[in-house]
Each structure stands twice: as C-alpha cells, then as structure tokens.
C-alpha cells in the first residue's frame, strides 16, 4: 500500500505540474491587455506600455512561467496586478469562504445522501426508492443557478426563512454565519444529491445481495444491524472516489453559488480575475483548486482501503 501511495502522490504531482501550465497558457491567451483592462479604455498608450512593463509582461512567456513556479514553490504567487496586493493574502481570505462554504455543504449532503442511499436499496421498489431514484435524476438535470433562483424567490422573498445573501453582517456569531450559508449549501447540495444517493443506493443493492448478507439474516440478526454492521461499511467504500469526485464539481459550482448569493469567495476572486486579465490571482487559484482535489482524492483512496483492506492486496 505505501508503493501505491507512493505513486499516486508522484502521479498527483505531475497532474499539478501540466495544471500550472494550462493555467499559465489559459491566462496568456485570454483576450485583451491586463495593463489595458486595470487602467481602463481611456488610457494613453503610452501609460499603457509603462504598465506592462512595470508588471514584467514585455519579457517572453516561457521565462515568465519559470520564475512563477519557481516563486511557487517557496510559498510566493506573486502580487494581484489589479488590487496589488499578495496572491497568497487574496487566496487565503477569499479560499477560507469558499471553504466554509464547502465544508457546509458536505457536512449537509453526505450523511444525507447515505442514508437515503441506504433506506433506499433496503426498501427497493418502495415509494422511497422511487422517489430517490427519479427524484435524484431529476435533480441532476437542473442547472444550479436554477434551483438558486427558485429557493430565493421561496425561502428568501415569499416566505423569507433564510436571507438571500450569503455574507453576513461583520462580527456576527458562529450561529449567525452557519444560518447565512445555509440557503447556498442547499442548493449545492440539491445538484449532488441524486448523484450520491443513487451511486450509494447501487453498491448498497450489492451487499445487499451478497452471500454474507443473506447468512446473517438467516442467522436472525435484525435488518438495522445488517445495514450497520456490513452493508454500511461494504457500501461507502467504493463510493469514496465518488464523494471524492464530486469535490471538484463542488468547488465548480461554487462560481455561480457565490455570485448568486454575493458571496466574495473563491469563485467569485476568479471570475474577477478573468474580468481584469489578473493572471497571478487566476492562475494561483486554478493551482489551488487542482491541488484540493488532488488532496482530496488522494484521501478517498486511503479512506477506501482502509475500509476493505482486500484493495490494499490487490495492489500488494
């Protein structure tokens, strides 16, 4: 196991490698002039060129790429070119929303996925299972901006439950900032739901129809034990990639979440960034994003084998 690991940390470091390329070839093909797009339309040309050269965007690409790696790895993403201020001071503020944000999210989806996953496969052909198994179909189709739209117009303006931004006010309690990221963790959590459910549901449906499931209800254990003590255990580990995976879908979403809900987090710092032609600040956080997810899914396989130990072997 610790060779597999190994590997997969070496291949999650290559995987980073080709994303700060694509992110540094994403940044200089976007269109326009970054010293253009901060002084704006009715500068001269020739405070136009002193900028580009200020931020050291007359020197060739290809030398450019080198020194920001290289400044990366000692922990220095350079200087936003439109609020000048450091990358690593932006990422941290807007990256630490975003991560509230998410860790909602997922604390809200997950066990609510896995129970209806499970309920689900143990009452197959139930109204329950129907209801989880087109329901979450349904939801999958519904582009999340959608159900943002929806869940203001009902639970913010008609029946105003929850607020319909997401920051709250300055100084508020740790009770008072979980209730504003309530209403945009629901409606991340409806477009991940029928994915997760059902994903659950079909490995929950496996173990159900194993040889030891069916000894241990001969046996007279009782159904809730049976879920509890294999089908539980037997089920989430081959969902953990999939939970996994659907981090990085997550962290998409949070771009349109964020604007929706005026949240300035993560998201809404990049599409910022892509508006100015701030490449520093987009390409760190292209960098931030891949690597999450690369943590993330290097989690999920170490949580995997560690609850079926049998992959372990079958790497061995």
């Known amino acids: ?7 997969r940390i070496g291949s999650g470091l290559l995987t980073l490698l080709l994303l700060s390329v694509i992110a540094f070839v994403g940044a200089e093909i976007l269109p326009g002039n970054p010293a253009r797009a901060i002084l704006g339309n009715d500068a001269s040309e020739e405070a136009v060129a002193v900028l580009t050269t200020q931020l050291g965007l007359d020197r060739p690409a290809p030398l450019r790429y080198v020194e920001w790696v290289g400044n990366a790895l000692t922990g ?36 609510l996925s896995i129970g209806a996953g499970l309920w689900s496969a143990r009452r ?16 999958m189709v519904v582009p999340s901006f959608v159900v943002a739209i929806v869940l203001i117009l009902v639970l913010g303006v008609v029946f105003p439950v929850f607020p319909i931004t997401a920051m709250p006010p300055p100084g508020s309690t740790f009770a008072t900032q979980l209730y504003y990221l309530l209403l945009p963790a629901i409606v ?38 049976v879920t509890l003590r294999h089908v539980l255990k037997n089920a989430m580990a081959p969902s953990m990639i999939v939970i996994a995976t659907q981090v990085g879908y ?27 032609n701030d490449m520093p600040v987009l ?34």
């Open 188 to 225: 991340l959590s409806t477009t991940l739901f029928g994915y997760l459910a059902r994903v659950i549901r079909a490995n929950a449906l496996d173990v159900y129809q194993s040889d030891y499931v069916r000894t241990a209800t001969l046996k007279g254990i009782t159904p809730s034990q």
């Open 250 to 276: 997550l962290l998409g979403g949070l771009v349109i979440v964020e604007k929706i809900f005026n949240y300035p987090g993560l998201g809404v710092m990049m599409l910022r960034a892509a508006e100015y």
């Open 124 to 139: 197959i052909g139930g109204v329950f299972d129907h209801i989880v198994t087109y329901g979450g179909m349904a939801l």
């Open 283 to 316: 390409e760190a956080g292209v960098l931030l994003i891949g690597l999450v997810y690369i943590v993330v899914t290097l989690l999920a396989d170490f949580l995997q084998r560690l609850m079926d130990p049998r992959l372990g072997k079958a790497v061995a």
């Open 1 to 7: 196991m610790g060779t597999f690991f190994l590997r």
């Open 76 to 111: 220095d993403l350079g200087t936003s070119y439109a609020q000048r201020m450091p990358v690593t001071m932006m990422l941290g503020s807007a990256g630490g929303r975003s991560a509230s944000l998410g860790i909602v999210t997922l604390f809200m989806i997950v066990p």
